[in-house]
C-alpha cells in the first residue's frame, strides 16, 4: 500500500527512540516532526529536551525513559498490538499524508484490512432505529462494493457501522489505549472486531480517553478514509467535527438528509445546506469515490529515522526575547514571524521548539502558532 | 407591476377576439401567437381559421362563436372572474416571460395580491403530519417577509399551503374552470381564500380538469413564482413535473430534505441530489430570493391586438408536399425544416400553422413541431 513513496523499517533501537520521543511531555505530531528534522533522528532529539526547555524557560518535562518505553512495546505485543511507523509497510498510506499524522500507531488485529480502500461512517450516540438500519445498508453496499469501514466504536451509528462489516473488514479507532475500550460495555463488540477487522490507537496503553482526545481521534477517522458519511448528527455534535477535520484533509463529506422536524437530522442537513454531497444510499457514494480510489496519492515522505543533523543553532538571548515578544495566545504564521524578527527560519524555528518543549507554545495547522 | 414593458388595454371588441381565437379548436398558446403575428390581430386570425384548416388537410374546426365568447365573459364576471389578457396590467409580469404564456387568464378575488413577489409551495397530496407542519412553519416565513404564495388547491402540502396564507395572500391555480374546483371537497377553502387571495385559470368557465391538464397548469404554478419548495414527493410525483417545469423558466428550485427511509422523501432527496437547494426553515429560500427579487426582469413584448397584417402568404401546393414529407411524429426544428425545404420562412411558417388549426401538429418548446 506505500507504492510510490518510500518504505522505511526501523530497527528496535530506533522503534524505542520513535516511542520515547513521542511519548514525552509537550511532544506532539508536529512537535515530533520538527524535533526529527532539526536534530537529524528521534535518539538525539530526544536527548537534546532538557536543554530545549531550559532554554525555553522551564524545567526538564517528563521524558519517557527507555524502560518505559519499552515495557509499552512488550505490553503491546501481549496484547497483539504492534506500534509500527509512519513510513513503514502496515502505516496506512492515506493518513500518512495528513497535517498531523502520528508519528507511531498501535494496530491491532488483521493489518490486511489497512490496504483495503476505507470509508468512514459515524453519527450521533443516541441513534434512531432507522438511523441504525439506514447504517447497515450502507455499510453493506459499501462493502459489497469493497470498502472496509472505518468508525469510532462509540455507541448508536459507530456501533452499527461496525457491526455490519464485521465479516468483511472494519477499522476501530480508539481515542484511549487499547487496553481501555471505551465505552467499557464495547469490549465484546472490540473483541468481535479483531478476527477479520483492526483497531487502533495513537494513545499509550493504560491511556483513560477524556474529552479532548475524542476529537483529536477524529481526525485520524476522517485520515484513514476516501471520504467520510454522517449518518445522524444533532447540532454541534462531534461527527461535524470528524466532518470539518475531512474537509480539511481533503476527503469527501458524505451526509444523510432527514426531516428538518428530527433534531438528529440537523446535522447533516446543515452539512448538504454548506455543500456536503446528499446520499441516501451506498451508489451515491461509490459512484463519487470509484473515480479517486485509482489516482495517485501525493508523495509525502516520511520523517527519516536517522538522518543528518542539522547544524546545531543556539539563538543569541536578544534574539530569542524579540521573536517571543512577537508571539502572544492570538495565532501567527511562522512565515510572518521570521520576516519580522529579522532573524534567519532556523533560528526562529529553534526558538519555537524550546517554547514548545517548555510547554509554552501551542502549534496549528497551516503554519500557525500561539503562546499559552 | 408590468414596469418596464409596454401595458396594452383591450378594447370589449379585442377581448372578445381574442377569447374567440384562444377558445377555437386546435389553437393553444402557441399557436394564438404564431397567428396573432402572422394576422395582426386576433379578428383575422379567427376570420382566417376555416381556409387554414382546408389547406392542412381537415374540415373546418369548432371555431368559438361570438356569442359564446360574450356569454364567457359575462358568466365569469357574474361570478366575480375578468379575464386578463397577457399584456394588461393585471397580468402577472413573470408568468407573462414564460414560454408559452396563456393570452387570457380568468382572475377572481383579490387582483393586487399578483402585484406581490411569489414563492409557490407544492407536494403530495398523501402528505404526512410533519410534512403539513413543515409547511405551515414555511408558509408563515415567507408571509413575514413578504411573499405570496402559490399553490394547486390539491389536497395535502398544496392545501396546508394557502390555509397557511389565506390572511397574507395565497394564489391557486386551478387546472379546471373558476366553476369546476377540484377537489370539490375545496370549495370551501377556495372560498376563504378569496378575501385576500385570488384563484386563476387559463381554462374556460365549465371545463371539468381532465388528468392532462394538470400539468399544464402546473407550468402557471411556476411560471407565477421566483421559485418553487417541493415539500413532500414521491418519486414520479406531480411535484417533480412542477420543479422541472420551473427549472426549465428559471426560476429556483427548493427541496426540503427528508429521511431516505421516508418513501415521500424520496422526490425530494432525488431533487437535492441533482442540485436542487436543500431548505429546512424559510429563512433559506428568503436568503436566495431575495437578491433576485430586484432584478430587472427581461422584455418580452406581449403580441399585439392590432398590428399590420402580414402580407398574405399562401404555399404553392408543391412547396406544402415538400414540407410535410419533412415531418414525422419525431419532433424536428422548425430552422431544420426551413433549410431542409428551401422555402422561405414566412412559407414554412404558414404551412406549420394550416396543419396545427388542422389538427395535425404539435408545437413542443424550443421550436419543435412534430406531425399528430
Sequence with gaps: MNDGTRVIRLTDEQRIDWLRLIRSQNVGPRTFRALINHFGGAHAAVEALPALARRGGS???????????????????KLGANLVAIGE????????????????????????????????????????????KLTQRIAYG???????????????????????????????????????????????????????????TEMPLGWEPRARDFP??????????????????????????TARLALEQGREVFALPGSPLDPRAEGTNGLI??????????????????????????????PAPDG???QSVEPAPDERTRIVGLLSPAPVLIDDLIRLSHSSPRVVRMVLLELEIAGRLERHGGGLVSLL
Design 273 to 302: 445546506k454548506q455543500g456536503a454531497t446528499p446520499v441516501t444510499e451506498a451508489a451515491d457514494i461509490v459512484s463519487v469515490l470509484q473515480p479517486i480510489m485509482g489516482t495517485e496519492l501525493p508523495a509525502r515522505e516520511p
Design 89 to 132: 509497510a502496515d502505516y496506512p498510506r492515506r493518513l500518512q499524508m495528513i497535517d498531523n499524522p502520528p508519528p507511531l500507531i498501535a494496530i491491532r488485529g488483521r493489518a490486511t484490512v489497512l490496504a483495503m480502500p476505507q470509508v468512514a461512517i459515524v453519527g450521533s450516540r443516541n441513534a434512531s432505529a432507522g438511523g441504525v
Design 142 to 200: 459499501l462493502c459489497e462494493a469493497g470498502f472496509a469501514i472505518v468508525s469510532g466504536l462509540a455507541r448508536g451509528i459507530d456501533a452499527a457501522a461496525h457491526r455490519a462489516s464485521l465479516s468483511t473488514g472494519t477499522v476501530a479507532v480508539l481515542a484511549g489505549g487499547h487496553d481501555r475500550v471505551y465505552p467499557p460495555e464495547h469490549a465484546e463488540l472490540l473483541d468481535a472486531i479483531l478476527p477479520c477487522g483492526i483497531a487502533l
Design 216 to 241: 483529536r481521534r477524529n481526525r485520524l477517522i476522517s485520515g484513514l478514509s476516501l471520504g467520510v458519511v454522517i449518518v445522524e448528527a444533532a447540532k454541534r455534535s462531534g461527527s461535524l467535527i
Design 308 to 310: 543528518e543533523a542539522s
Design 59 to 77: 524545567s526538564t518535562p517528563q521524558i519517557c525513559s527507555r524502560q518505559d518505553a519499552e515495557r509499552e512495546i512488550e505490553a503491546s505485543r
